[in-house]
Nanobody, 125 residues
């Protein structure tokens, strides 16, 4: 059984930072592109960022370019999303997924129906 485990969300004031982390059980991330998606009510997940399977290519939605940084460590089976200069409009539930990456919106689309519980990011003063 494949499990996706996200962590690192929380409440932060505008301009603050968070670091989201993701690990998996049952299917290592090696060999897969990995992405972060945010929940769009009624519309499924919207791709925020994506990293290619070997790591050199990263993709970002225009709304987060210059503020978010995605990275992966295959040896540790983890994917991270460093979120800086957070804005209230970044508030959402964030999910990690095995993904296909693209240069334009959506920059990440889930490959499989493997979803974790997500991690809530709330940006508010």
């Amino acid at each position: 059984q494949v499990q996706v485990l996200e962590s690192g969300g929380g409440l932060v004031v505008p301009g603050g930072s968070l670091r989201l982390s993701c690990t998996t059980i049952g299917l290592p991330i090696v060999g897969y592109a990995m992405g972060w998606l945010r929940q769009v009510p009624g519309q499924g997940g919207a791709g925020v960022s994506c990293v290619s399977q070997s790591g050199p290519r990263t993709y970002y939605d225009d709304s987060v370019k210059g503020r978010f940084t995605i990275s992966r460590d295959d040896a540790k089976n983890t994917v991270s999303l460093q979120m800086d200069n957070l804005k209230p409009e970044d508030t959402d539930m964030y999910y990690c997924a095995y993904a296909s990456c693209g240069p334009s919106r959506p920059v990440a689309q889930s490959l499989f129906n493997y979803w974790g519980q997500g991690t809530q990011v709330t940006v508010s003063s």
